[in-house]
């Protein structure tokens, strides 16, 4: 079993950074993927970023030049700095893990976090 904790989240203004990490525990294999996914209240859940075992990413668009995912594979971490905070980055954030490269569709990951709430004022 694979368990994944978010932190980080909080209340920042419009142009600031948040660094969220997600914590794995349990046994796991170490060609495990990692991604972030949000999801805002009435809205589908989104992918935002993700990372392969060999540090490979890939970004959402609405993201890509403010947000950089990184992963301690020693730590069984995963981070996501966010920079340049927009409103529209509002929602709650989680992790999630999969065996198998990285990918940007919610079903095709195993295991999933809680969640951290990000809140972006104007």
């Known amino acids: 079993q694979v368990q994944l904790v978010e932190s980080g989240g909080g209340l920042v203004q419009a142009g600031g950074s948040l660094r969220l990490s997600c914590a794995a525990s349990g046994r796991t294999v170490m060609s495990y993927a990692m991604g972030w996914f949000r999801q805002a209240p009435g809205k589908e859940r989104e992918f935002v970023a993700a990372i392969s075992w060999s540090r490979s990413t890939i970004y959402a668009d609405s993201v890509k030049g403010r947000f950089t995912i990184s992963r301690d594979n020693a730590k069984n971490t995963v981070y996501l700095q966010m920079n340049g905070l927009k409103p529209e980055d509002t929602a709650v954030y989680y992790c999630?893990?999969?065996?198998?490269?990285?990918?940007?569709?919610?079903?095709?990951?195993?295991?999933w976090g809680q969640g951290t709430q990000v809140t972006v004022s104007s």
């Open positions: 999630a893990a999969r065996l198998n490269r990285a990918s940007s569709t919610p079903i095709e990951y195993n295991y």
